[in-house]
């Protein structure tokens, strides 16, 4: 989504200041959204078998 404004807006933009102010803020959003999907995935993977477990746990102890 980023980049296709970025492209529909280049036609638009007269000066180089605000060409590389949206640049960097994308470059920005595009570093904090990687980070923060590396986080999730690194969270998941260590709680997964906790997580797991206790579900697990719990739906064979529903069964008796």
């Not at 933009?13 to 999730?40: K, Q």
């Not at 260590?46 to 064979?60: A, P, R, V």
Request: proline letters at 2%.
């Amino acid at each position: 989504t980023y980049t296709f404004v970025f492209v529909k807006i280049l036609p638009l933009l007269t000066d180089s200041g605000v060409l590389y102010s949206l640049a960097a803020g994308a470059g920005l959003v595009l570093l904090f959204n990687s980070v923060a999907i590396y986080a999730m995935i690194a969270h998941y993977i260590e709680d997964k078998q906790n997580i797991y477990g206790l579900e697990l746990h719990y739906l064979d102890a529903s069964k008796k």
